[in-house]
């Protein structure tokens, strides 16, 4: 069984009810989090969901950010009987440009080739026979921030962003209960936290850049930067 948590902020007109309707089974629970949304969410959410089995929901009372919102939802998973039964927890973006039929490829992937690990990224690598559909922008500003986390941080992950992830439950506190330096790029202190040594990236068959991101990256990169350079000096001091 795997346990998703799904931060959600003001998904009203965007959130595709019918694929995680269909998603939802006895193998695939998710926890949505409201992370304060101003329109009608959270009603949405309740009104769909609310007599589902498979499906929680967390309301949060104010707008905290996606890191908020995740770390939140993933300790909320701790006091959900169901959810210790697991054998993943993970995190995915509430857009789904990562299809949730991705999930039994990330297990079968870990099985067959890093059974070890216990934390596998989505990764965004351009193959053949895959389908990753970015703009080209977005594209070069990912390999860019890719190489700046390399030197600076010492992340060896091709993508580090991709919304993604799925981990082992024990792992939860050590990634989680401590907040976050960055509203946005956490999963990177998530994988410096846990250490690299225990994940796998696995490249995703199709990948779907859907519009209305809250994230504006031109507004958004100094803000980013800040948070590569406080994130170094916390956890890569030594270099």
Not at 155 to 164: H, L, W
Not at 175 to 195: A, H, N, T, Y
């Amino acid at each position: 069984m795997t346990f998703l948590v799904v931060p959600c902020y003001n998904e009203e007109k965007r959130l595709d009810i019918k694929a995680f309707q269909k998603a939802l089974s006895p193998d695939l629970h998710i926890l949505f989090v409201d992370d304060g949304s101003k329109d009608r969410t959270v009603q949405m959410l309740k009104d769909n969901f609310g007599n589902n089995p498979y499906a929680h929901i967390l309301p949060l009372a104010k707008n905290g950010g996606k890191a908020q919102a995740v770390r939140l939802g993933v300790l909320h998973l701790l006091k959900i009987p169901e959810a210790q039964k697991a054998d993943w927890w993970g995190f995915w973006d509430a857009d789904l440009s990562t299809d949730l039929n991705e999930i039994p490829q990330f297990l079968i992937y870990q099985k067959t080739f890093a059974p070890q690990a216990s934390v596998i990224c989505g990764s965004r690598v351009y193959r053949l026979g895959s389908k990753i559909r970015r703009s080209a922008l977005r594209h070069y500003l990912g390999r860019g921030f890719a190489t700046i986390v390399a030197h600076a941080l010492q992340v060896e992950a091709y993508d580090t962003q991709c919304g993604a992830k799925l981990f082992k439950p024990f792992l939860a506190e050590k990634g989680f209960q401590e907040s976050f330096i960055s509203p946005w790029i956490f999963d990177i202190e998530v994988l410096l936290r846990i250490g690299q040594d225990h994940a796998v990236e696995y490249p995703l068959a199709k990948w779907e850049d859907v519009p209305g991101s809250k994230v504006k990256i031109g507004r958004e990169i100094f803000r980013v930067l800040r948070d590569i350079w406080l994130i170094r000096q916390k956890y890569v001091s030594k270099f």
